[in-house]
């Protein structure tokens, strides 16, 4: 029997075009590349004799298993997912999707894309939209004051900028 894994929280389900792509593109790339690489593999170990002590199978058998459930977790996560690609008419207020230039108290500015949970990591500048940054930045306006709660305590910032492409 396996380990208990929790079940997994789902993130929001927004995602930007090019997040999407990169999911689908991921997806396609473990399918119809990868998955078949692997089999093949692992046929081939299975045609040398005992399974029992043949690394090769075992460790093949694990990469499938691994492939199929971020395949599986794909597929309900594509299939579930709303692109967001519309700019919002009120561009002077930050919602999904927009660069946001944010200067901190001791005068450092640094500037995030708030982008859905499934491509947060693609880029450092990118935040999902469930961080308490982003959570403290939506529908804030330009030169609004932002205070993000944190475990080492309070930090505040100044919007200074809003752009979308």
Request: glycine share 6%; net charge negative; proline share 5%.
């Amino acid at each position: 029997m396996g380990r208990y894994r929790p079940p997994v929280t789902p993130g929001s389900k927004y995602i930007t075009p090019v997040g999407k792509e990169k999911l689908q593109q991921e997806h396609d790339y473990l399918w119809q590349e990868k998955r078949p690489q692997i089999t093949r593999s692992v046929q081939e170990a299975a045609a040398q004799g005992d399974r029992s002590e043949n690394a090769e199978y075992i460790y093949g058998k694990k990469q499938l298993r691994e492939i199929d459930y971020r395949v599986r977790h794909l597929r309900k996560r594509l299939a579930d997912i709303t692109v967001v690609d519309a700019i919002p008419e009120e561009q002077d207020r930050v919602f999904f999707g927009a660069w946001v230039s944010l200067e901190d108290e001791a005068g450092e500015i640094n500037e995030y894309r708030i982008v859905g949970p499934d491509e947060f990591d693609d880029a450092d500048e990118y935040i999902s939209m469930d961080a308490p940054l982003a959570k403290a930045l939506l529908k804030r306006r330009l030169d609004d004051e932002v205070v993000v709660h944190l475990p080492q305590g309070e930090k505040r910032y100044f919007i200074t900028a809003i752009r979308y492409c």
